[in-house]
């Protein structure tokens, strides 16, 4: 059976089996699939007791991944000898990033997900981002002077918003250090948090977002593919524009 994913044609699936039940998930293969950001990857991990180790990963280019990320998994799987019904679950990093990116990625998750019946992990690339970098904050660039902004720390419930200069100067940083993977975020943030320490850190991946998520595979983490969206955290240039139309015409 064939299906459609951002106009390409998706895997050639086999029969469905049944899946894993919660103690079998311990030992599994998983796919993660990353296109928030500039750049984006495929990784496929091998879960045991909890722990994942990635045993492939390959980049995407950004802007490309309609056209190239369901044949970058097909490839991913057949390096490997994996078939896409023998996965225990995958793990998607939903946002935030581009519109674009992530819409292109969900789509490709869910045709994939729905097919074979494979559950679905989704995290936020900030998220990922902390775990990587090891501390409890983290900001990626949202481009317009604004920064996707992930505030935590030892015991404070974690929340992410979009904050400009302005949102920044209103905010006390909890701990004084957050995560940064590139130059724009790391230049608004200091120019408004000049006491902040930036932890500097490679660009989150899909690789990541697998090491991250292991233990909520195995506990059952999953999410409803009905409801999954993307985490966007801003809404898109269509709806804003759309509302300003609308009131002039009004």
Partial sequence: ?????????????????????????????????????PSGSVALGRLAEGAVEVVGQLELEGRSYSATLVAAVGDLLARAGVALKDLGAIVAVNGPGS?????????????????AQIPV????????????????????????????LRLGGAGVA??????GAGELRAIELAGGQIAVCDEAAGLLLKSVWQGAELVRSLAPTAGDALQLCG???????????????GHYLRRSDAEIFGEAVKAQSA
Avoid: Y
């Fill in 1 to 37: 059976m064939e299906s459609a994913v951002g106009g390409v044609s998706c895997l050639r699936l086999m029969e469905t089996k049944e899946r894993p039940s919660g103690q079998d998930r311990r030992e599994q293969m998983l796919l993660g699939i990353d296109t928030c950001g």
């Fill in 99 to 115: 519109f674009t990116g992530v819409r292109v990625g969900l789509s490709a998750v869910k045709g994939l997900a729905e097919a």
């Fill in 121 to 148: 992990v989704a995290v936020s690339r900030l998220e990922v981002l902390t775990w990587k970098a090891g501390v409890g904050s983290a900001a990626l660039d949202a481009h317009r002077n604004e920064v996707f």
């Fill in 158 to 163: 974690a929340k992410e918003l979009l904050a």
């Fill in 215 to 229: 233990a909520r595979v195995v506990a059952g983490g999953f999410v409803d593919l009905a409801l999954v969206d």
